[in-house]
Structures are given as C-alpha cells and as structure tokens.
C-alpha cells in the first residue's frame, strides 16, 4: 500500500496492524500524514503546533526496533491541553502561549508507552470553553466539509484532524459536549467517557464536576483500542477507580431507548431523518427499541451549566481580575457569565446530581442505552456564531442536547449517521449507563458494520 491519501485514511487499528506486520513502516504513515497536514492546515486550521521533523526522527526510530507495542510507531495528535513535559501547552490561549509543561499527562504517557509518536498538538477553543471551533488567539477551526462552518467544540482541532485525514485519532474533552459536537460536526466517531474512567492528571482543567477525557477516531472499533489504552485507575486522579471492563454481550443482545420528549424536539428535517434512520438500523440489528421517558432533562442543562459556570469562573477568577485583556471576546463573556450565579444554586446543583442520576437509572428502565441526535441541526456558519446580540442563545442552540449527560457522568458515543441536503455531516448519540462505555463500543461496532457513514471523506480543500 502507497497511496498516501489511502494510508492516511487507515483506520488506526489498521495502521497500528499494519505497522507490526511491516507492511507498512512507521515513516510511511509518518510521511503521509505530513503531507496531508501541510495541504490541508491552511483550510482548516486543525494544529497549534506541528513537529514534522521531530515525528520523522521518532519514526526511523520505530522502524529500527521491534513493533511489539499496540500503537508501535502510530503518529497521532491530540487536543493541546494535555501537558507534555518540555512542551509548550497553550490551552488555545494567549496566557499561556509560552507555558511549558513540567509533567505529562497521564493519558499522553500511556500512549507515549504504548508506542505513539507525537504529530505536534489540535486546536482547542480557549481554555476549552467554546461550542462552536472559535478561537480570537490562534484563529477559528473550520470545518473541512465546508469551511464556512463552524467545527464544534472546543475539541475542535480533534475533531478536523480526524476527519480530513490529518490524525488516526485524537484526544479530546468532554464537559459540556466538546468532543460529540466536534464528532457530529465534523463527521467522525467519538466518546464521551463515564466520569471517573479516565485519569485527567495533568490535564488542564474547567470544571472539576464535569470534565471527562475521551477520544475521536474514525470508528467505534478505534476508540476501543484508545480505551484499552487510557482507561483505569490513576494514584494522580483520585476520581479514578474502575478498570476497563469489557462487556461480552453482542448488540442484538440489547435494548435501546428512543425519548418522547426533549431530544426529539425542534430537529431540522435533515438530523430528524438521519435520526430515524438510525433508529431503524438498530432494529435491524436486532436491538430491541422501546420509547423512554427522561423528564428532568431541561432541569439537568440548567444544573449543568450552573456548575460549569461556577467552577471555571472561580478557576480563572484571579487572571480575569489581573489581565482580562489576554481572554477572548466569546471566552470572557461566558467566563463573567459564571460569576452571576450564587453560592446556594451551585450547591443546589451539586446536590442533585446523585437523586438525578437515580432518577434517570430508574426511567431507563431495561435499557442498556438511550439513543438521540447530538444536535438539533448541521454545522452552522461561523459568521453567524460568534460574539453579539445573539452568543447566548447560538451557545445555547448548538449545546442544548450535551449537558444532561455530564451533569450525571455517564457516557455516550456520538456516531456519523448521514450527510445533510448541504452536504454536511449529522451525528447521533447513545447515551448509556455508567461505567458500560464498552457496551456503548459494542453497539457502535454493530452500528458500523451496517452503514458506511464513518467511511465517508470530506472533499479535498480547493
């Protein structure tokens, strides 16, 4: 195999497969991905950093020693808040545009162990509290479906890289939908951890309650490899304590919950077709479907944002009161946005979150898992989504679907699920139960083995 646009669209088990077969070497795929990054950046903006000549070192490497690691000689990229020792970490901010970091991420260490090399680092929104791939310091993403659009965020440049070709996966975050908006944005599959799977040591944080650690790839099967890798317990993390457990029961063994309200409210025609689609292709599966009802959703966003709102507030207070001027337009709004919210609602909203989750185990009833779009429409302009009269409610529109599940730490898995009239790509999730993200794997697996949306390429840029 030597197409290069062919060896960068591998899916990583393959190229991982690949590598230790000697098929393929290590530089090859080094070399393919370069070449797509240096076509495509210009277009969609996906890096903050880029070490091509430092990844090709690390490749010759690979390729002189024995491939006996699962990810032997794979170049990967990931979202740049993850520290890296010696590294430059920016956060997608300009305060820490000349940060290096002095540890490294738990999660960067176990695929660095595992035999990843280092591509340079994605773009983020800043200090990842963004929906939408803006970014005022090091520009916005966009999206390579259409670069008028915005990409999701704030795992924005995660999003991108995977779907142009430009990383076999990458890391992202998760607190109020930043890694399924950028996957149903951008066309990719991704996963939303159960809070408390994986360790966000030395990762940098927005809220404490909410954060999650998950990857984007091109499909479920991918994201089971990366799990295998960065799941578990962390000494550094003490919210860490479950190990990877695998669930051995197949898709047709399942039953899934389709909800009669919220969700399936208000959906462009295009995302409600998709939807059903998908529905129907579960059933086909085998997958026993049943209506649902979750009647505290609208609650669970209000209570989610209330403790975001909080917590990156009171984690940015000091440098918002000493050099506000370094913060973004969109991110400084949304920052003081947070402290307008008292100390008993943020309470309140903690408070909850264990009655709520017992709320939403009990409704679930039977189901293994709760299926849903991740957006009530395509990517919109980016135009049309930045700083104005109308930030609060875009924000609000592009996310409205996200905060239930991290207010209640369970996991979900944003899956492509078709194309729009337009041309761009719509997801749907499925939300499951805590700690059941490889069930949520297993029935991503099956999903894919029956469509080939995830299979689908943006256009090459012009």
């Given at each position: ?185 951008c066309g990719v599959t991704g996963l939303k951890t159960t809070l408390g799977l994986v360790s ?263």
């Amino acid at each position: 195999m030597t197409d290069a646009t062919e060896l960068a669209y591998l899916d990583l088990v393959d190229a991982a497969a690949a590598v230790a077969a000697k098929r393929v070497s290590s530089r090859e795929l080094t070399e393919a991905l370069i070449a797509r990054i240096e076509r495509w950046q210009p277009h969609v903006n996906a890096f903050t950093s880029f070490e091509p000549e430092a990844a090709l070192l690390a490749a010759d490497r690979a390729d002189a020693s024995e491939p006996t690691r699962p990810l032997h000689g794979v170049p990967l990229a990931h979202k740049d808040m993850f520290y890296a020792a010696g590294k430059v970490v920016s956060c997608g901010s300009a305060l820490r545009a000349d940060w290096v970091a002095t540890e490294t991420a738990t999660v960067l260490e176990r695929l660095e162990a595992a035999g990843q090399i280092r591509l340079g680092a994605l773009g983020m929104a800043e200090f990842a509290y963004g929906v939408t791939g803006h970014n005022s310091h090091f520009g916005h993403a966009r999206n390579p479906w259409n670069p008028e659009r915005i990409t999701g965020g704030s795992s924005s440049g995660s999003g991108v890289a995977v779907a142009a070709g430009l990383s076999f996966a990458a890391l992202g975050s998760d607190t109020g939908g930043s890694v399924r908006l950028p996957a149903h944005f951008c066309g990719v599959t991704g996963l939303k951890t159960t809070l408390g799977l994986v360790s966000r040591a030395n990762a940098m944080p927005l809220s404490s309650t909410l954060d999650t650690i998950g990857p984007l790839a091109r499909s479920a099967r991918d994201l089971r490899l990366i799990m295998r890798l960065v799941a578990g317990p962390d000494p550094l993390d003490g919210e860490t304590g479950e190990p990877w457990r695998e669930d051995d029961r197949p898709a047709s063994a399942m039953t899934i919950g389709v909800p009669t309200s919220f969700y399936v409210e208000d959906l462009d025609a295009d995302v409600a077709s998709a939807f059903q689609q998908a529905i129907e292709t579960f059933r086909s599966l085998g997958c026993r479907i049943v209506s649902v009802d979750l009647p505290d959703e609208a609650l669970l966003s209000s209570a989610a944002l209330i403790a975001l709102g909080a917590e990156a507030a009171a984690l940015h207070r000091r440098n918002l009161a000493e050099r506000p001027e370094l913060y973004g337009e969109q991110t400084r709004a949304r920052l003081i946005n947070g402290f307008g919210y008292s100390g008993v609602q943020y309470v309140d909203a903690l408070r909850g979150r264990g009655p709520a989750l017992a709320r939403r185990i009990e409704h679930m009833g039977a189901c293994d898992a709760v299926i849903a779009p991740i957006a009530r429409f395509p990517a919109p302009p980016i135009a049309d989504t930045d700083v104005g009269a109308r930030f609060d409610g875009v924000v609000a529109a592009v996310s409205a679907l996200m905060r239930p599940v991290n207010y209640l730490g369970l996991p979900a898995i944003a899956l492509p699920a078709g194309l729009s009239r337009d041309g761009l790509p719509i997801g749907v999730q499925v939300m499951g139960r805590p700690f059941n993200d490889p069930a949520l794997l297993t029935l991503g697996e099956a999903f894919q083995s029956a469509t080939d949306h995830h299979r689908r390429r943006p256009p090459d840029p012009s």
